[in-house]
């Protein structure tokens, strides 16, 4: 295991301390960077396919509002 050395506000420390109470504060800090990387991850490919929709949809050619609103209408009740 590797140890890792933070340096956090005195107030985060001891509402820490109280929130985790009788829990294994290593495990807790582990599980903690591990939501935070994947929660990175999920941000990078959510950004990723929004630029690849933004640049399909700028290859595309523009829309008269006419179609737009057929478009809207089509198989609605």
Known sequence: MATVN????EEVKREFQEAFAGENKSAVI???MRQAVEERRRRERRSAAVEALLGMRSRLP???AAEIGRA????RP
């Open 6 to 9: 933070f340096s956090v506000p």
């Open 30 to 32: 582990a599980g903690l």
């Open 62 to 64: 523009p829309f008269a």
């Open 72 to 75: 809207r209408r089509t198989g």
